[in-house]
């Protein structure tokens, strides 16, 4: 199935210099759209039509420089149609240690919170256009919760039921919330993991099955499709069998480990 074209759409991404957000946006610039990408780092990866994008570089943790570019890049657009909060941090945590308490902090301020700080300043213009659509980047890893990623595993659980409680709010005023829900996309984040990933993407190919499922508008979707599979099952899984198949599941580094 090809990718409807994007020309005449206004995307803004955060998270968008790396990984899943540099690959979503060189896909809806490579189709015309006009994006703004907001990231930590300087955006280096040159986009095809330069002349339309806005780049803003903020930390997603500083509220008011996210209301800053939105209203910045709704006057240069003239509007906005989709909003993608993809910045996320992924670290192993461990509860009984107090070093990573601000670990736990981090990781939900920006990939819960901010993920509100990005909605909430596009939502009047969207109510105002009487369309628009919100997505949210969850995880599989938010399906069950993975030993030594409770930090993790609960924040996108978290952005996964914002999302949904967002959708019905959003539905009077025309405005869709899609989530997306990554399995192991190859990027500097998974790079990091040291144990088998299975059915690993590309994140170009993340990128074209996920403009797909925006454009269709779909509530919630897994990509790629086989981790959705995995996640049905892991859902269904009595809580005796899940926990004696993985409590001894290889976990993820901690960020303060020696």
């Not at 997603?60 to 209203?71: E, F, G, K, L, W």
């Not at 149609?81 to 670990?103: F, K, M, Q, R």
């Not at 509100?116 to 949210?136: E, N, S, Y």
């Not at 599979?229 to 409590?247: C, G, I, N, S, T």
Request: charge should be positive.
């Amino acid at each position: 199935m090809s990718t409807p074209p994007a020309a005449g759409l206004r995307v803004f991404i955060t998270g968008a210099s790396s990984g899943l957000g540099a690959a979503l946006a060189a896909r809806y610039a490579a189709q015309g759209a006009t994006l703004g990408l907001l990231a930590r780092r300087a955006f280096t990866a040159p986009l095809p039509h330069p002349d339309r994008h806005r780049h803003y570089q903020a930390d997603v943790r500083d509220h008011a420089a996210i209301a800053a570019a939105a209203q910045d890049f709704i006057a240069h657009a003239g509007g906005i149609d989709i909003v993608i909060a993809n910045a996320g941090i992924s670290h192993g945590t461990l509860t009984e240690l107090p070093e990573d308490l601000p670990v736990f902090d981090a990781i939900f301020a920006t990939n819960v919170t901010a993920t509100v700080a990005t909605f909430a300043p596009f939502i009047a213009a969207m109510r105002a256009q009487g369309a628009g659509t919100l997505v949210g980047i969850a995880s599989v890893a938010g399906v069950r919760g993975m030993p030594g990623s409770g930090a993790y595993s609960a924040s996108k659980a978290a952005v996964a039921t914002y999302c949904e409680s967002l959708r019905l709010e959003m539905r009077e005023y025309g405005i869709k919330v899609v989530t997306i829900a990554p399995g192991y996309i190859d990027t500097p984040m998974t790079q990091q993991n040291a144990y088998p990933m299975p059915f690993l993407l590309a994140p170009e190919r993340f990128a074209e099955r996920a403009v797909r499922t925006i454009a269709r508008g779909t509530r919630y979707t897994v990509i790629p499709w086989q981790m959705g599979v995995v996640a049905k099952l892991l859902r269904m899984l009595p809580d005796a069998l899940y926990d004696l198949a993985f409590a001894r599941a290889p976990r993820k580094a901690r960020k303060n480990a020696p």
